[in-house]
């Protein structure tokens, strides 16, 4: 039986909005299609080698949260998490944990965070936050374009630095910083966006593709992942969708 581990960083700190919902869905359509799932819990202090695991996975937290576990990220785990974003491990980083990965975050009243540095983006903080129900464009691998449901709540900006290219277009909602159109980032095979509630279980060939590059990396290129319905999530998308763009005005 084909294996996959998820690592999922920090899951006592970075827990917010039902971001583990994501590991969830990744768990359940990994394990729909026969492969043997481990979901491993990694927080500070736990070791953590470049072999440990096939996916990580890091979720959202308050600032608080960010500055307890931001000596382990960055001296204690930082130079492996490094090497395997550098070496093409899977990643799926959200809100918080996309900060973290980049070079600081820039608090409203000037103070400073010092972050992983793993990516080239950083995070500029604001008084006024971002809070909507948000559709973005996505571009699937065979280039078809898909509409991805999602919700945001952030008072970061985000801007991209060399080498990363943002995860999905902005349709409805704010994105990285409200200003440039795009939302998220991805840098080799690293996903990051600001999308809570959770992301995967409406968007479920999103799911697939980070399942695939997992096993393609384990088991090799040939790797095929088998297919699977997804009339439920399909459905729980358009339902989203159809709420975000017309359930507000009938409720007003």
């Known amino acids: 039986m084909n294996k996959l581990v998820i690592g999922h960083f920090y899951p006592d700190l970075l827990n917010l909005y039902g971001d583990r919902g994501n590991v969830l869905a990744l768990y359940r359509r990994a394990s729909l299609r026969g492969i043997d799932v481990e979901i491993r819990s990694i927080s500070v202090g736990d070791p953590l080698g470049e072999d440990d695991i096939d996916i990580g996975f890091f979720g959202g937290g308050q600032d608080s949260e960010q500055n307890i576990m931001a000596s382990d990220l960055i001296e204690k785990k930082g130079p492996v998490i490094k090497n395997m974003i550098e070496s093409g491990k899977v990643f799926l980083c959200i809100c918080g944990g996309y900060q973290m990965l980049g070079q600081y975050y820039r608090e409203h009243d000037g ?101 695939e590059i997992a096993m393609k990396n384990r088991y090799g290129e040939d790797y095929v992942l088998p297919p699977l319905d997804s009339s439920v999530e399909d459905e729980a998308r358009a339902q989203a969708l159809d709420y975000i763009e017309h359930g507000k005005e009938q409720m007003i």
Do not use: Q, W
Request: hydrophobic share 30%; aromatic share 10%; with cysteine.
């Open 111 to 211: 103070s400073m965070l010092t972050c992983l540095g793993a990516l080239p983006h950083y995070t500029e903080g604001k008084k006024e936050r971002f809070i909507n129900d948000t559709v973005y464009e996505f571009t699937l691998p065979s280039g078809e374009a898909i509409t991805v449901a999602g919700f945001e709540n952030h008072s970061g900006r985000t801007y991209l630095g060399e080498g990363e290219k943002p995860f999905m277009k902005v349709v409805t909602g704010h994105g990285n910083n409200g200003e440039d159109g795009g939302e998220g980032a991805v840098y080799k095979n690293t996903f990051c966006t600001y999308s809570h509630g959770s992301f995967l279980p409406k968007n479920p060939k999103i799911a697939d593709i980070l399942i």
